[in-house]
């Protein structure tokens, strides 16, 4: 019989390495370039800790099917907090040099749409994370919310804003 005590000891099985490397072939590149479009100045950087933070989380996920959604949330998160520390920096030293642009950003301004990159960098943080998640990884409006950290009302009502504020800024008239 188990004692109680062997029963409180006992961890759930971490994340086999095979699975790790199945997430890290099907998911690395987008999260890379959610990253960049999230404004992070190193994604590929922001990418690899998402995946070192899920191998070391991997024992307490409850469900192992949520660790798609799991890594991009955090990604989201190391995002927002990269640019608030990054914020902090920059209001006690002499701003640096323009970091360089990342690699989605560059090949979407070479195919012409620089117009729309300086649109989603003119929304609101929140607004921007919404668009993306939505339209460029394709997430349904509740998975954009549990990405975010949000409810799915909230997450509905930045996707519009959002959108109006992007046809605005193209020359659109809003619908």
Request: with cysteine; hydrophobic share 40%.
């Amino acid at each position: 019989m188990i004692s109680v005590e062997e029963l409180g000891s006992r961890e759930p099985p971490a994340l086999a390495g095979d699975v790790l490397e199945g997430l890290f072939a099907a998911h690395y590149r987008r999260l890379v370039g959610l990253a960049g479009l999230l404004g992070s100045d190193d994604p590929e950087d922001i990418a690899q800790e998402a995946f070192a933070r899920l191998q070391d989380r991997g024992r307490t996920l409850r469900r192992p099917e949520t660790a798609a959604a799991y890594l991009r949330a955090t990604v989201c998160n190391l995002v927002r907090n990269r640019r608030r520390h990054l914020r902090i920096v920059r209001l006690r030293q002499p701003p640096p040099p323009e970091p360089a642009s990342a690699a989605e950003t560059v090949v979407l301004d070479r195919e012409g749409d620089h117009e729309l990159i300086a649109a989603l960098d003119g929304l609101s943080r929140r607004q921007r994370e919404a668009i993306v998640l939505r339209y460029w990884l394709d997430l349904s409006d509740h998975e954009v919310a549990e990405a975010m950290g949000i409810a799915p009302g909230s997450a509905k009502t930045h996707i519009r804003r959002g959108l109006i504020a992007l046809q605005r800024a193209l020359g659109g008239a809003p619908e």
